[in-house]
């Protein structure tokens, strides 16, 4: 057993003070950045006490702005699964033209201002946009309404899921499926019992931060819901409205819904971090062991 370079030691180690000042620096940002906000909603929201925090929330403007998060988050979080698995196995396990039309594709809502995106969308089936007047004869709403909030968030949260799942697919490889193949599995099969088991918990992953960014988008979705209260609003939008009237009672009692769903969320995925640290911990013993 070789001992330690003290030279090696004193490039690789950093002195105390210099640890202690970068970990006193991360912690005041957290306090700063993190845990002063969230502490700050959640007491502005009970500032006047439970029993106004509580008309605040069960309002029926709340309800309905609450009401109409969880179903577009519904929504939308199936078709991102979807889109997600299939764009990352095609681009992870097979090689066509297009693929890298098709990531940058994925990537275009990372570089495109959600306002913009939700602006595109009234261009294009507003009463005033290239298919206006054709869905307009037709009986059909997609802008001011529901569908139109959905499609917007669809568009801002779906490269969460395939982004996660790329870099792992790839990581992989095709050996396990392609024996799979040899063995007469059918593609169902491949998927099933190789390839979802390998990637469970990356996708769990972006669907924890799909489903984050869904519910709290504002952007996309302001531009195309037409702000109708009891309607159209989302939570993010009711919380705009509410404090823009100067009832910041209420304004903060519905913010602490978002502000619990973000703690709910980020407990998730630190769980998720740890199941796939284990899981990695494991691969590795068992490979080693071989």
Same mark, same amino acid.
């Given at each position: =057993? ?7 030691s ?5 002195p105390?003070?210099? &640890? ?15 845990? @002063?906000?969230?502490?700050? #909603?959640f007491?502005?929201?009970? &500032? ?13 403007? %709340?309800v309905?702005?609450?009401? @109409? ?5 519904a929504?939308s979080?199936? !078709? ?5 698995v299939?764009?990352?196995?095609a681009?992870a ?11 940058t ?10 306002? #913009?995106a ?14 206006g007047?054709?869905?307009a ?5 997609l802008?001011? %309404?529901?569908?139109?909030?959905v499609?917007?968030?669809?568009f801002?949260t ?9 870099? @792992?697919m790839? %990581?992989?490889?095709t ?14 099969? =491949? ?10 918990w990356?996708?769990?992953?972006g669907?924890? !931060?799909?489903?984050? &960014? %869904? ?9 195309v ?11 993010? *939008? ?19 819904? *978002?502000? @619990?769903l973000?703690? #709910?969320? *980020? ?10 640290a &284990?899981?990695?911990?494991a691969d ?7």
């Amino acid at each position: =057993m070789t001992s330690r370079s003290p030279h090696r030691s004193a490039a690789t180690s950093e002195p105390a003070w210099v &640890r202690r000042l970068l970990i006193t620096a991360a912690l005041a940002f957290l306090a700063l950045f993190i845990v @002063l906000p969230l502490t700050s #909603v959640f007491a502005e929201a009970l &500032r006047k006490g439970w029993d106004l925090y509580w008309e605040a929330i069960k309002e029926p403007d %709340a309800v309905a702005a609450i009401k @109409l998060t969880l179903i577009v988050t519904a929504i939308s979080l199936p !078709l991102n699964l979807v889109f997600g698995v299939a764009a990352s196995w095609a681009i992870a396990k097979f090689d066509f033209k297009g693929k890298s039309l098709l990531i940058t594709l994925i990537d275009l809502p990372f570089s495109v201002s959600p306002v #913009v995106a939700g602006l595109i969308y009234v261009l294009l089936f507003g009463a005033q946009g290239w298919f206006g007047p054709w869905l307009a004869a037709h009986d059909i709403k997609l802008i001011f %309404a529901v569908p139109g909030i959905v499609l917007a968030t669809v568009f801002v949260t779906f490269p969460f899921v395939a982004r996660e799942l790329i870099p @792992l697919m790839e %990581a992989q490889g095709t050996e396990e499926e392609q024996a799979a193949m040899v063995l007469g599995a059918s593609g169902w099969q =491949m998927f099933s019992r190789i390839t979802l088991p390998n990637i469970k918990w990356g996708l769990l992953y972006g669907v924890i !931060l799909c489903n984050a &960014r %869904a519910m709290g988008e504002f952007g996309a979705v302001s531009v195309v819901s037409g702000h109708v209260r009891g309607l159209t609003n989302t939570i993010p *939008l009711h919380v705009e409205i509410l404090y823009n009237e100067y009832n910041f009672v209420a304004a903060f009692a519905v913010a602490s819904i *978002l502000a @619990l769903l973000a703690l #709910v969320t *980020l407990g998730a995925k630190s769980w998720v971090e740890w199941q796939t640290a &284990r899981q990695r911990a494991a691969d590795q013993l068992a490979s080693m062991s071989e």
